[in-house]
Nanobody
Framework: QVQLVESGGGLVQAGGSLRLSCAASGLTFSTYAMGWFRQAPGKERECVATINDNGINTYYEDPVNGRFTISRDNAKNTVYLQMNSLKPEDTAIYYC????????????????WGQGTQVTVSS
């Protein structure tokens, strides 16, 4: 079956950096758009960034644009999220997701979801 396994979360001070990874198995990774989403306590899940199947096109939500970078390695079936200049408001559980359509993935149109990894940014 399809598995998306996130790693790399943790506790970091404001201004610091983390790199999240999401290893995929059970699907033809190179044919899926991938995305990172997050959910803070008491808030709805929201899109952070998405990347199309070949890695050429990316999309970022305004709060993270210029600070976060999404990338993928199709040879390793892995998608990454490099997070720099972290802020306390970035604290959330971060999920990766796979979807067939890049242009709708940001709207939660995903076929598969990972279990999430906690990111906590202290002030």
């Amino acid at each position: 079956q399809v598995q998306l396994v996130e790693s790399g979360g943790g506790l970091v001070q404001a201004g610091g950096s983390l790199r999240l990874s999401c290893a995929a198995s059970g699907l033809t990774f190179s044919t899926y758009a991938m995305g990172w989403f997050r959910q803070a306590p008491g808030k709805e899940r929201e899109c952070v960034a998405t990347i199309n199947d070949n890695g050429i096109n990316t999309y970022y939500e305004d709060p993270v644009n210029g600070r976060f970078t999404i990338s993928r390695d199709n040879a390793k079936n892995t998608v990454y999220l490099q997070m720099n200049s972290l802020k306390p408001e970035d604290t959330a559980i971060y999920y990766c997701a796979a979807g067939r359509l890049f242009f709708t993935l940001a709207s939660m149109n995903a076929d598969y979801w990972g279990q999430g990894t906690q990111v906590t940014v202290s002030s």
